[in-house]
């Protein structure tokens, strides 16, 4: 995505966003309601054309790849006919896009849905629907993958199988996966890297441990203690540049010194530690440290007037 701006009516909806998903990896791309996400993925698939801007896959829009099915597989909404099976479903796609039929009952224990696919879709539950929706976006066997929110409606087993899945895709087949969710944990065990964006702008990206150590620098020195002494504690430990905050009857959070220097200094004075260690920021932590107000700024900024759209 290079430069991806869109506006409707009075609503920047995206605002010069630019960033790259690489091969073998799976990205995270996250932001707040309105955030802008399901218009970039929109303009990613010719769905929506930008103002201004160009989002391609190696250097070729979709609208332009001579075989859009075998090379990008997306799914941004489940849409089936309710009394066609999964597997009539699947091979209708096949027939459209030119692939065997034999295709449809691949993909179909692919994503584990093999029993199922003489199923009438319309009987599907919301996580077999999800799993049918990646099926389909599987059918040309495509190095790239685009899904919105798939692990909406999946049971915990069906999200630990997606991680998993979506890993190999990304780690072992050296595929690029860009998937965009509201579940942060999740994000956080499935992707390599995240893609944050706020008011349709770009608020961060980079790997989990990049991101992590960013926040941490800006809370540098943040340790979590446990003590049965924690008021003695707070006593030696607090001034000079330290903040001591009480999180609990037992429990502190120390800033402005590292673990080891707090622990130095509990033995000197003879203090009990049950817990000690430094704090590492969460990716929802992260998320929210980074998003916070960002609806607010979409509401209050106008789009720009000196914008004309693309032909």
Same mark, same amino acid.
């Given at each position: 995505?290079?430069?991806?701006?869109?506006?409707?009516?009075?609503?920047?909806?995206?605002?010069?966003?630019?960033?790259?998903?690489?091969?073998?990896?799976?990205?995270?791309?996250?932001?707040?309601?309105?955030? #802008?996400?399901?218009?970039?993925?929109?303009?990613?698939?010719?769905?929506?054309?930008?103002?201004?801007?160009?989002?391609?896959?190696?250097?070729?829009?979709?609208?332009?790849?001579?075989?859009?099915?075998?090379?990008?597989?997306?799914?941004?909404?489940?849409?089936?006919?309710?009394?066609?099976?999964?597997?009539?479903?699947?091979?209708?796609?096949?027939?459209?896009?030119?692939?065997?039929?034999?295709?449809?009952?691949?993909?179909?224990?692919?994503?584990?849905?093999?029993?199922?696919?003489?199923?009438?879709?319309?009987?599907?539950?919301? #996580?077999?629907?999800?799993?049918?929706?990646?099926?389909?976006?599987?059918?040309?066997?495509?190095?790239?993958?685009?899904?919105?929110?798939?692990?909406?409606?999946?049971?915990?087993?069906?999200?630990?199988?997606?991680?998993?899945?979506?890993?190999?895709?990304?780690?072992?087949?050296?595929?690029?996966?860009?998937?965009?969710?509201?579940?942060?944990?999740?994000?956080?065990?499935?992707?390599?890297?995240?893609?944050?964006?706020?008011?349709?702008?770009?608020?961060?990206?980079?790997?989990?441990?990049?991101?992590?150590?960013?926040?941490?620098?800006?809370?540098?020195?943040?340790?979590?203690?446990?003590?049965?002494?924690?008021?003695?504690?707070?006593?030696?430990?607090? #001034?000079?540049?330290?903040?001591?905050?009480?999180?609990?009857?037992?429990?502190?959070?120390?800033?402005?010194?590292?673990?080891?220097?707090?622990?130095?200094?509990?033995?000197?004075?003879?203090?009990?530690?049950?817990?000690?260690?430094?704090?590492?920021?969460?990716?929802?932590?992260?998320?929210?440290?980074?998003?916070? #107000?960002?609806?607010?700024?979409?509401?209050?900024?106008?789009?720009?007037?000196?914008?004309?759209?693309?032909?």
């Amino acid at each position: 995505m290079r430069g991806l701006s869109k506006t409707f009516g009075q609503v920047r909806a995206v605002d010069d966003l630019s960033f790259t998903v690489e091969p073998g990896q799976v990205t995270g791309f996250l932001g707040p309601n309105g955030a #802008g996400k399901t218009t970039t993925l929109r303009m990613t698939l010719g769905l929506v054309t930008p103002d201004v801007g160009t989002a391609t896959f190696d250097g070729v829009r979709y609208a332009d790849l001579p075989d859009p099915l075998r090379r990008v597989g997306a799914v941004l909404e489940t849409a089936f006919h309710p009394a066609r099976s999964g597997r009539d479903h699947l091979r209708v796609y096949c027939r459209a896009a030119g692939l065997p039929l034999r295709r449809a009952d691949e993909v179909l224990d692919q994503v584990g849905l093999g029993p199922a696919g003489g199923r009438k879709a319309g009987g599907y539950s919301l #996580g077999m629907r999800q799993r049918l929706g990646l099926a389909t976006a599987l059918l040309g066997d495509p190095a790239v993958l685009v899904l919105d929110e798939p692990a909406n409606g999946l049971d915990p087993e069906g999200i630990q199988w997606l991680r998993g899945f979506l890993r190999h895709l990304a780690h072992t087949e050296g595929r690029t996966v860009l998937i965009s969710s509201h579940l942060l944990a999740e994000v956080e065990q499935t992707a390599d890297r995240v893609v944050i964006v706020g008011a349709g702008r770009l608020v961060r990206e980079g790997s989990l441990a990049q991101l992590r150590a960013g926040a941490d620098a800006g809370g540098a020195g943040r340790v979590l203690v446990r003590s049965p002494q924690a008021g003695e504690l707070t006593r030696d430990l607090t #001034g000079d540049g330290v903040r001591v905050e009480t999180t609990g009857a037992d429990s502190l959070t120390v800033t402005g010194l590292t673990a080891a220097e707090v622990g130095r200094r509990a033995f000197a004075a003879g203090v009990e530690l049950h817990e000690l260690r430094a704090h590492s920021s969460g990716l929802e932590e992260v998320y929210f440290r980074l998003t916070t #107000g960002q609806e607010e700024f979409a509401a209050s900024t106008p789009p720009p007037a000196d914008r004309t759209a693309a032909s």
